[in-house]
């Protein structure tokens, strides 16, 4: 069973940065993708950004192309979303996603991933 945390939600205004954290655990296998996804009251789930742990090829959606950044530390088993010049349209609760034993095809789409977080809330005033 994966087991994931996410951390580093808060409230900023506009133009501001927050670095969201993801640590993961039970999972021992080597390759896999793990994604950030936000909902909005009211929104379907939508994909973020997302990472392949073996390769290291990254995904984003288009809203935020420039202005995010997910990595990882393997070391820490820990995922991150570095977001920077957020917009009050960045409002939303973020999740981590870990695929687990589905095989993802489409990085970006929570329906792929089996895994998930309790999301930690962001809130971009403007």
């Known amino acids: 069973q994966v087991h994931l945390v996410e951390s580093g939600g808060g409230s900023v205004q506009a133009g501001g940065s927050l670095n969201l954290s993801c640590v993961v655990s039970g999972y021992s296998a080597d390759s896999y993708y793990m994604g950030w996804f936000r909902q909005s009251p009211g929104e379907e789930r939508e994909g973020v950004a997302a990472?392949?742990?073996?390769?290291?090829?990254?995904y984003y959606a288009d809203s935020v192309k420039g202005r995010f950044t997910i990595s990882q530390d393997n070391a820490k088993n820990t995922l991150y979303l570095q977001m920077n010049s957020l917009k009050p349209e960045d409002t939303g609760m973020y999740y981590c996603?870990?695929?687990?034993?589905?095989?993802?095809?489409?990085?970006?789409?929570?329906?792929?991933?089996?895994?998930w977080g309790q999301g930690t809330q962001v809130t971009v005033s403007s």
């Open positions: 990472i392949n742990t073996n390769s290291g090829d990254t």
């Open positions: 996603a870990h695929e687990g034993e589905v095989v993802v095809v489409h990085a970006l789409s929570p329906a792929e991933y089996q895994y």
